[in-house]
């Protein structure tokens, strides 16, 4: 860790600030959290996958399961990181063979979600990482796609949560055994 990083108040600083605030995008009334700052910062996005190692370590997970597309950006070196598998979950139409679909709600829109039947081996400990926490959405159908898959969701990390939007509550009975943190919260 740079000396920047090494508190937790340093990191979720460093975070932060490279997290750029989009009015209006991508429609009238949605405040678009921009985190291609924070990739483009090679020492920030290293940061962000040594926290998120940390969790995927403690939790003892196997697998770390990512989110189209934001979501693989952050899940994949985390996965290389901690020396575990990776696993995407895809927008639908996206992934061969047999697949289990979820469908679900997004502050702007819904969509379906795909994983790939055989991605994991039963009662498999993964984590689940994306970028942001809005409604809830997207996680809650994750979740349940990880679980319907026969893994055993143990965490759900994510960078930041828009708490304003209520999705931890939303998430309710989805976070059943599983460990939510959100390194920022606005
Ligand atoms: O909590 P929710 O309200 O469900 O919203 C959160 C989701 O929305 C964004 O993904 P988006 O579907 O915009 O896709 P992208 O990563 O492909 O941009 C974000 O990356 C989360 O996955
Ligand atoms: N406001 C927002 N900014 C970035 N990603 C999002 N996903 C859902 N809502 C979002």
């Keep these: 860790m740079t000396e920047t990083t090494g508190t937790e108040a340093g990191l979720r600083e460093l975070l932060a600030s490279r997290i750029r605030d989009v009015p209006d995008y991508p429609q009238p009334g949605v405040v678009f959290k921009d985190i ?18 940390e969790r995927c370590t403690a939790l003892g997970a196997s697998k ?11 899940a994949a070196p ?10 995407p ?11 289990f679909a979820q469908s679900y709600e997004l502050e702007y829109g819904s969509a379906v979600m795909e994983v790939q039947q055989g991605a994991f081996e039963p009662g498999e400990r993964v984590l689940l990482v994306d970028d942001v926490l809005a409604t809830g959405g997207t996680a ?6 990880l679980r319907r898959a026969g893994a055993v969701p143990v965490g759900l990390s994510v960078l930041l949560e828009l708490g304003f939007l209520g999705g931890r509550e939303r998430l309710g009975g989805h976070l059943d ?8 919260t606005t």
């Design 140 to 145: 809650g159908a994750a979740l349940e796609l």
């Design 177 to 184: 055994g599983v460990e939510l943190d959100a390194l920022l």
């Design 89 to 99: 979950i895809r927008k639908a139409g996206k992934l061969p063979g047999e697949v």
């Design 78 to 87: 985390v996965a290389v990181r901690a020396g575990v598998g990776f696993v």
């Design 64 to 74: 770390v399961a990512g989110l189209e597309a934001r979501g693989f950006i952050l």
């Design 36 to 53: 291609t700052p924070l990739l483009a910062d090679p020492a920030a996005f290293s940061a962000l996958t040594d926290a998120l190692v």
